[in-house]
Nanobody
């Protein structure tokens, strides 16, 4: 069983930055593509970013390109999401995901519990 635990969410002013972390249990971390999704109030969960096991293939949702950066440390079983130039519309619960790439975003085998990011204007 794989468990994902997010941290790093919080309240930040527009233009600010946050760094989300996701610690993953299990010895097969490097075999999974990892990703971040988010769900804003009243909206469906949406893809934000993904990274393959070796880090060679990275994808972003268009609205976060140039502002967010996904990375991973396989030695620490951790994936990160650096959020810069935050906007109020980035406010959401951010979920860590483990799975595999598909033709558009990624398929998810495991979800974290989520961490709330609130951006004030």
């Amino acid at each position: 069983q794989v468990q994902l635990v997010e941290s790093g969410g919080g309240l930040v002013q527009a233009g600010g930055s946050l760094r989300l972390s996701c610690a993953v249990s299990g010895r097969t971390f490097s075999t999974y593509a990892m990703g971040w999704f988010r769900q804003a109030p009243g909206k469906e969960r949406e893809f934000v970013a993904s990274i393959t096991g070796g880090g060679g293939n990275i994808r972003y949702q268009d609205s976060v390109k140039g502002r967010f950066t996904i990375s991973r440390d396989n030695a620490k079983n951790t994936v990160y999401l650096q959020l810069n130039s935050l906007k109020p519309e980035d406010t959401a619960v951010y979920y860590c995901a483990a799975g595999f790439l598909n033709s558009r975003t990624m398929g998810v085998d495991y979800w974290g519990e989520g961490t709330l990011v609130t951006v004030s204007s």
